[in-house]
């Protein structure tokens, strides 16, 4: 089992920055691809940003290319979010999820490819 805590939201206005942070703890996510969703209030949970196992390959929605990144640091057990220039539809609660690696297919979009999840961080970007 893998416990995912997320920190590092708040409320800030448009155009500012921010950094979430994911804590895992009960066992390594060094092989486990790793990936932040968000959900709106009365949205869909969506994609947002994920990073293979190693950090060498990172994925972004076309929504915050640009603006995000995502990182990985495997030997602190932690995965990062910095989100830049951020915008008041960015504003959602933020879910970090790992992959496992016996099921992961290979479509880091998609909610049903991540087993273990956070229970969210809230970001509100004010206009």
């Known amino acids: 089992q893998v416990q995912l805590v997320e920190s590092g939201g708040g409320l800030v206005q448009a155009g500012a920055s921010l950094r979430l942070s994911c804590a895992a703890s009960g066992r390594t996510i060094n092989s486990s691809p790793m990936g932040w969703f968000r959900q709106a209030s009365g949205k869909e949970r969506e994609f947002v940003a994920a990073?293979?196992?190693?950090?060498?390959?990172?994925y972004y929605a076309d929504s915050v290319k640009g603006r995000f990144t995502i990182s990985r640091d495997n030997a602190k057990n932690m995965v990062d979010l910095r989100m830049n220039s951020l915008k008041p539809e960015d504003t959602a609660v933020y879910y970090c999820a790992a992959a496992s690696s016996t099921y992961y297919t290979g479509t880091y979009y998609r909610r049903n490819e991540y087993t273990y999840w956070g229970q969210g961080t809230q970001v509100t970007v004010s206009s």
């Open positions: 990073i293979s196992r190693g950090g060498s390959s990172t």
